[in-house]
């Protein structure tokens, strides 16, 4: 099959859906090989796109991506395939392919709760690189568009959503629901997993939650790790966007969009 894809045009678009994937081109084809120098696929964990000619060399090539794509790092490798007595193709020449992998480096962030503040945080992080996964149970309240890296969570149950939450995460909390809020909060905490831990609301709300959540068996340990008020200091506004920059801005500082691990 003769190559009838856009490489460019589908790293484009696996970038914009946040899914790795690893560009293998033909670097140098000696003697009778299946596609000259230059030739490029695109490979994913599970899909394939265009071709470097087939057979086992194109076989090899995309299983060497897919070690890649499990060692989760951008690199790149250099493999050289001769066809005959390696990969027992007719061919009889030699081909050298380039793979680089590239491999979204944006965190997750947990946003519970699409109401103002929810729609204005969501705004403000838009064109950043890091998957949101927006929880709420009221349908009505989700923006029709959502930028591209945001999954909607339209979910009678938001505390089913806490047992996907690992060591990387960011969580912000900001329900509709004072007792909403509380139930998310305390079921984090004592799962213990997560990057950052953000409740909107004043020291007043802190102090109720520390005190129920102290009840619940918390400790002042994990106390210590939750976040509220939320955002950078100084910001005194209460327009949802002013509190959203605040609170982006303390994310950014937190590492929301850093390669490698959080820091406090």
């Known amino acids: 099959m003769l190559q009838d894809f856009s490489w460019l045009a589908t790293l484009a678009d696996l970038s914009a859906r946040r899914v790795p994937c690893v560009l293998i081109t033909v670097m140098e084809a000696k003697g009778s090989t299946p596609r000259e120098a230059g030739t490029k696929m695109v490979v994913t964990a599970d899909a394939q796109f265009g ?10 090539a995309a299983a060497e991506a897919r070690k890649l794509l ?12 001769p066809l005959g007595p390696k990969l027992a193709q ?37 064109a950043l690189p890091l998957d949101i996964v927006w929880v709420d149970s009221r349908e ?14 339209l979910t009678a149950a938001p505390l089913a959503e806490i047992e996907h939450i690992d060591d990387n995460a960011y969580v912000l909390v900001m329900t509709h629901n004072h007792d909403l ?7 984090v905490l004592q799962r213990g ?3 950052y831990l953000g409740l909107i609301g004043s020291a007043t709300k802190r102090a ?3 005190k129920r959540l102290t009840v619940d068996g918390i400790t002042p340990e994990g106390l210590a790790h939750l976040v509220c008020p939320i955002g950078v ?32």
């Open 208 to 210: 109720r939650f520390e």
């Open 90 to 126: 007719c061919c009889g020449g030699a081909v050298s392919v380039l793979l680089e992998s590239f491999i979204p480096t944006g965190k997750k962030l947990y946003l519970f709760g699409a109401g103002h503040v929810g729609r204005e945080v969501v705004s403000v992080l838009s």
């Open 70 to 81: 499990a060692a989760a790092i951008s690199t790149a490798a250099v493999k050289d395939y």
């Open 233 to 264: 200091g100084g910001v005194t506004g209460k327009h949802p966007r002013e509190i959203a920059i605040a609170v982006a801005a303390q994310l950014l500082s937190c590492g929301l969009t850093r390669t490698g691990a959080p820091q406090e």
């Open 181 to 187: 809020d509380y139930d998310i909060v305390r079921e």
């Open 140 to 153: 009505g309240e989700f923006p029709a568009n959502l930028p591209a890296h945001c999954q909607r969570k």
């Open 193 to 195: 997993r997560f990057a």
């Open 51 to 60: 071709t470097i000619g087939g057979g086992n060399l194109e076989f090899e």
